[in-house]
């Protein structure tokens, strides 16, 4: 069974800074892995996704990084705005086999403070 | 619009009760997924449907049961053997790749309490 470790648990950026949330992985046959943002009280959204056959994908002021030698990869928000304050989760295939299914990491906290 | 609805918004359920919660998509997605979130934690998959009429066990499906007779319905049902069910519920959909996984797209939940 895939697990996804995310960290950290929460974080506390000031407006105009960068925040980083790191995910770890453990194997997968499929490449795809990506990033929701969720406010209270509603459910997840696709922030943005990567399959690693690039090491980087941005948009906007949003970055994934990937290390897939290092079963690792990156959110990277920066010019971090108070609108930004949510709980984040990245996940990973769930299993080698073609059924779709997402591992969620714990998710993150991020309060971006004015 | 496209979309998941998930319905109630709110649930509340006495003990020893079953309820069923609602999830239609009009993606036309093939996938469609239940999920678990307790405050603070990820989310986890209670069961998942890849075509109509099929469906298999997630992570945590014991105390719940699903159906999928329709391709745009996925119903849970919340049953009196599920000891701790007050939790936040959400239902999303993919379409079904050779690749494996894809975007899923979720519903707005549903906030079942237990009395």
């Known amino acids: 069974q895939q697990q996804v470790k995310q960290s950290p648990q929460s974080l506390i950026v000031q407006k105009g800074g960068i925040s980083i949330i790191n995910c770890a992985y453990e194997n997968t046959a499929f490449d795809y892995f990506p990033w929701y943002q969720q406010f209270p009280g509603k459910g997840p959204a696709l922030l943005i996704a990567?399959?690693?056959?690039?090491s980087e994908k941005k948009e906007g002021r949003f970055t994934i990084s990937f290390n897939k030698s290092a079963k690792q990869f990156s959110l990277h928000i920066m010019d971090s705005q108070p609108g930004d304050s949510a709980t984040y989760f990245c996940?990973?295939?769930?299993?080698?086999?073609?059924?779709?299914?997402?591992?969620f990491g714990q998710g993150t906290t991020l309060q971006v403070k004015p | 619009d496209g979309g998941i609805t998930q319905s109630p918004k709110y649930l509340f359920r006495k003990e020893g009760q079953n309820v069923t919660l609602s999830c239609e998509q009009n993606l036309n997605h093939d996938a469609m997924y239940w999920y678990r979130q307790d405050p603070g934690q990820g989310l986890r998959l209670i069961y998942y449907s890849q075509i109509v009429n099929d469906f298999q066990k997630g992570d945590i499906a014991e105390g719940y049961s699903v159906s999928r007779e329709k391709k745009e319905s996925f119903p849970l049902t919340v049953t009196s053997a599920q000891k701790n069910p007050t939790a936040f519920y959400l239902c999303?959909?993919?379409?079904?790749?050779?690749?494996?996984?894809?975007?899923?797209?979720f519903g707005p939940g549903t906030r079942l309490t237990v009395l």
């Open positions: 990567i399959r690693p056959d690039v």
């Open positions: 999303a959909s993919s379409v079904v790749t050779s690749g494996g996984a894809d975007t899923q797209y």
């Open positions: 996940a990973a295939p769930g299993s080698p086999s073609n059924t779709g299914k997402l591992i």
